[in-house]
């Protein structure tokens, strides 16, 4: 769970900065929830420790004289927040702190400015240790190093990252969940956590690599014939599949039919609707279905059938 792109965006002073990290934390909050809820249901898993990191050289080289002051970065990689009483909150890491090591490996350098590639060699580097164990950590505050052991905390392997922008867009890549900011400025958490677990979905049901697999047009034809038919399948597993990551981490799930048939249904233009998905109706529709077909007394977490497509060829 790690700042976003395109933080030039919002840089520039320090009011602006807190927004961004405010809108990093928030996000990151749901993602962990979901990540931490649904781990037995991910093939994927890393330490899902709750800090939300971010690189110096995200940020224009005209920037990084802010960015330093609000956030510290005495090495190349700071925590720019962490998710209220997660793993890393519980461990004693605060916002400002920056980190030396993981695991007894020192964190990468500063590659340039302005793109994600430390920050992503950071994350390789955190993905890679065992889910299952604690983790040590160093940090910096104002010169001194202290040492820190984060407890376990195994959740699915996905980066949960905000976009700075005014379309209501969301992807899913098998790596990374990205929402846009607009998302953040219309809707509750409540609301926010649909949008988010449908996302997640698309990476446990590793819809990316069988979309590829299946040799889909993500060009002008994609909402046409075959592509089209394949992308609405998989935007109705992730629905499926969205109504148990939520119940799992705790939300009701009739939550995702009300966004349906509420705020969902009058989003403008954009991903959702497109003939890629199915009309918000429909959603809502089969969202309660799925609701429905759960045994009476389902336990938490639960696998779910539409879970079982995860290793099918899409045709």
């Known amino acids: 769970m790690m700042g976003m792109p395109g933080a030039s965006a919002l840089a520039g002073d320090t009011a602006s900065l807190e927004v961004l990290r405010a809108g990093d934390v928030r996000l990151a909050t749901i993602g962990y929830r979901l990540a931490r809820a649904n781990a037995t249901l991910c093939v994927d898993r890393a330490p899902v420790t709750g800090m939300v990191v971010h690189a110096v050289d995200q940020y224009a080289a005209a920037e990084q004289a802010d960015a330093r002051r609000v956030f510290g970065f005495e090495t190349a990689i700071a925590v720019e927040g962490v998710v209220p009483g997660g793993a890393a909150a ?159 981490a705790g939300w009701d799930p009739a939550l995702a039919v009300a966004f349906w048939r509420g705020p969902g249904a009058r989003i403008d233009g954009g991903i959702f609707h497109s003939r890629t998905h199915s009309s918000s109706g429909t959603r809502a529709t089969l969202i309660e279905r799925e609701i429905a077909a759960l045994p009476a007394g389902a336990a938490i977490p639960f696998t779910p059938v539409v879970l079982g497509t995860r290793d099918q060829p899409l045709r």
């Open 90 to 248: 519980q461990a004693g890491i605060r916002a400002g702190d920056s980190i030396v090591r993981i695991a007894g490996k020192p964190v990468p350098a500063a590659r340039g400015t302005g793109h994600v590639a430390t920050r992503d060699a950071f994350v390789a580097l955190l993905d890679g240790q065992a889910a299952d164990r604690p983790l040590a950590v160093v940090l910096r505050r104002a010169g001194v190093d202290r040492s820190v052991t984060i407890a376990p905390s195994p959740g699915c392997r996905t980066l949960f990252e905000l976009r700075v922008g005014t379309a209501f867009d969301a992807a899913a890549d098998g790596r990374l969940v990205q929402i846009s900011s607009a998302f953040l400025d219309r809707f509750t958490d409540p609301e926010l956590a649909v949008v988010v677990a449908h996302e997640l979905a698309h990476n446990i049901l590793r819809h990316r690599v069988r979309l590829n697999a299946a040799k889909v047009n993500r060009g002008l034809l994609s909402e046409f014939g075959r592509n089209g038919r394949l992308f609405r399948r998989t935007e109705d597993d992730a629905d499926r599949l969205g109504v148990h990551l939520l119940r799992n």
